[in-house]
């Protein structure tokens, strides 16, 4: 998604919450890293939020629930 180097963000979630991004990256064959790059892409778009520097084309078509832009 980036061309620079990537950075580090680091959260605590409950396991059930895990487990389900866990989930949700194993069906999309994602790494869990990539599922939640997906995920706040989405969600930014959705909402639309500034997204300075993300490729239009960074969100496939194929994400379940994501809006079109």
């Not at 969600?43 to 939020?49: M, Q, T």
Request: with cysteine; net charge negative; hydrophobic share 40%.
């Amino acid at each position: 998604m980036s061309t620079g180097k990537s950075e580090a963000v680091s959260v605590r979630v409950e396991p059930h919450i895990k487990l389900a991004l866990q989930t949700a990256a194993e069906r999309e064959m994602r790494s869990l890293a990539n599922m939640i790059e997906v995920m706040v892409v989405a969600y930014c778009r959705s909402h639309n939020y500034p997204l300075d520097g993300v490729p239009d084309n960074t969100l496939p078509d194929k994400i379940p629930g994501a809006a079109a832009s």
